[in-house]
């Protein structure tokens, strides 16, 4: 056997776990019949049915059909999201949402990884979103980052650091592109010139 080969069978799964195993079963039959299920078309409903295993959901929250958490007790949402159609929370540490955030269709979210150079061992750490951003369509959202108040990241992007706020991000791995309110700041910047003299 190759001596860099890390042997699997002696990977820690982490102590994660808050809740018992026949709790999780519980949920997973919840989540099938009334989150991941695409025939049940009701976002209330879907709220609901998440609230009752934890969830901390702020009205106004719309959640789309075919949704995906997998532990509904580590997840805080602020007012008025939209959650879209096939998001996938993979929340074995907190998910925190702020409010007036959007999570577009097919993207993931995850707060676990592994230690890679000797163990494989579980690592989670807890990821941040911050009010009024806007995470489009199939990025990657991975452990520990924080991603600042008012931020956009682009389609398909993969965010793997902490992101500041107001701007405008994309690629893999996500790179600054632009600040989001750059044509109002300098409206506002010219307006206050004009005022000063």
């Known amino acids: ?26 949920w997973m039959i919840f989540e099938f019949l009334f989150i991941t299920n695409p025939l049940q078309f009701s976002s209330k409903l879907r709220v609901v049915v998440l609230r009752l295993f934890g969830a901390k959901i702020a009205h106004g929250v ?16 602020g007012e008025n999201c ?11 540490d907190l998910v925190e949402i702020g409010d007036n955030v959007v999570i577009s269709q097919e993207t993931f ?31 990657i959202i ?17 965010v793997n650091r902490s992101l500041k706020g107001n701007e405008i991000y994309g ?6 592109i632009k600040k989001r309110f750059e044509e109002e700041e300098k409206y506002e910047q010219k307006k206050e010139n004009y005022i000063c003299h």
């Not at 959640?63 to 949402?77: A, C, E, G, Q, Y």
């Not at 939209?82 to 074995?92: A, C, D, H, L």
């Open 62 to 77: 719309i959640m789309r059909s075919r949704v995906r958490v997998r532990f509904p007790w580590n997840l805080k949402i």
């Open 109 to 139: 979210i995850t707060t676990g990884s592994h230690e890679v150079n000797k163990t494989m061992d579980t690592i989670v750490k807890p990821v941040i979103i911050k009010g009024g951003s806007w995470i489009t369509s199939r990025c």
């Open 171 to 176: 690629g893999n791995p996500v790179k600054f």
């Open 1 to 26: 056997m190759n001596k860099n080969i890390i042997d699997l069978s002696k990977a820690s799964p982490g102590n994660f776990r808050v809740r018992p195993k026949w709790f999780e079963g519980i």
């Open 82 to 92: 939209w959650i879209g159609e096939g998001v996938w929370i993979s929340n074995k």
């Open 142 to 158: 991975l452990q520990g980052v924080e991603i600042g108040v008012n931020s956009v990241i682009t389609p398909g992007s993969v």
